[in-house]
């Protein structure tokens, strides 16, 4: 079983940053793949990005360029720094983890473990 607690959402105008942090804990061993979601109003559920074991990353469309997601290993935590923000990037942002082989893309099937989501509002 992998809790995961994210932090670091809040409130910036367009253009600005954001970093947002998530944590894993009760797994025996690292996650093999982590990503974020976010789902903004009165939409579903789109991926963001994804990382694999070896850090190999996928980014969905509409951030490529702009969000950067890593993870530190030792630390069981992974990490989105969003840049150029904008307003359709509203949302609520989840963390999601497996731990079972992956390919660490941004489809929700490849992720079993869930956070609660971190709300991030952008102005424009």
């Known amino acids: 079983q992998v809790q995961l607690v994210e932090s670091g959402g809040g409130s910036v105008q367009a253009g600005g940053s954001l970093r947002l942090s998530c944590a894993a804990s009760?797994?025996?061993?690292?996650?093999?793949?982590m990503a974020w979601f976010r789902q903004g109003p009165g939409k579903g559920r789109e991926g963001v990005a994804g990382?694999?074991?070896?850090?190999?990353?996928r980014y969905g469309d509409s951030v490529k360029g702009r969000f950067t997601i890593s993870r530190i290993n030792a630390k069981l935590t992974l990490y989105l720094q969003m840049n150029s923000l904008k307003p359709e990037d509203t949302g609520v942002y989840y963390c999601?983890?497996?731990?079972?082989?992956?390919?660490?893309?941004?489809?929700?099937?490849?992720?079993?473990?869930w956070g609660q989501g971190t709300q991030v509002t952008v102005s424009s």
């Open positions: 999601a983890a497996t731990l079972t082989p992956c390919f660490g893309g941004t489809t929700s099937y490849e992720y079993h473990y």
């Open positions: 009760g797994a025996t061993y690292r996650p093999y793949c």
């Open positions: 990382i694999d074991e070896d850090g190999n990353t």
